[in-house]
């Protein structure tokens, strides 16, 4: 098993029909100390957006891939988790966040396209379950590399950076603008891939489990995780319940 060996290209064919949500009931469970080589660092609390979570959550399936991930990676490296469960409120203010900044940057675009350049990097705010952003069924994470010490290794890129470098096979095609971190990159997603999740390309942080976006990817006619409501109290979830 070869860790380090390129990321292919995808293989999906054209897009199959949207797959029907048969939630499984999974609880979110909170990440705190679940394991060792696991770090957490959730970014969204520590830039105080409004309802974000001070501690991840994740549906209790995705966290038992996770372990399956750590079986795989070599021992010197770790995980750092930056989101997990996001709640709806702060969905919505990331994507209004992202397009105010795109709309800056590229002053020429119209309202319609600013929209659908934000949707590369950010889902739009749906709880509609074909177009159900990911991240609010605790299906989908933000993580990355980090060493035993709890530092963030080298990727290419900042976590949430917009640009062509974020995505997953850039340094495929650049091997030799940063070849630590394509091998980097190399070695979270075969990890990732192995144990059962699925990348989103425009971004190498991002994977999913269980939700839309990886049935669509597997091409598996049902999702596990539908949308989650969670009732957010002091940067805590309070209570949930399944959308």
Known sequence: MNLFQPIAPSLNGSPSPSPVV?????????????????????????????????????????????????????????????????????????????????????????????????????????????????????????????????????????????NEKSATRYFEQHTHENPLACQYRRLLYNCMTLAGFTNYAEEWWHYDYGNVAWARRVQAQAAHYGAVHATIQNHHVKEFRFL
């Open 22 to 162: 048969c939630e499984n009931n999974e609880p979110l469970i909170q990440l705190t100390g679940a394991h060792p080589r696991i770090f957490m660092e959730p970014i969204y609390y520590q830039q105080q957006i409004s309802n974000s979570l001070r501690v991840i959550h994740v549906r209790e399936g995705v966290y038992e891939h996770l372990q399956q991930v750590l079986t795989l990676l070599p021992q010197e490296y770790c995980l750092l988790l930056y989101d997990g469960y996001r709640p709806f409120q702060v969905q919505q203010h990331l994507f209004s966040h992202f397009s105010q900044q795109l709309a800056k940057r590229m002053p020429q675009l119209t309202s319609q396209e600013i929209v659908q350049a934000t949707k590369k990097y950010v889902a739009f705010p749906s709880k509609d379950a074909a177009h159900l952003a990911p991240h609010l069924t605790g299906g989908a994470i933000d993580v990355t590399l980090a060493d035993v010490h709890d530092k963030a290794l080298d990727l290419g890129t900042a976590f949430d950076e917009m």
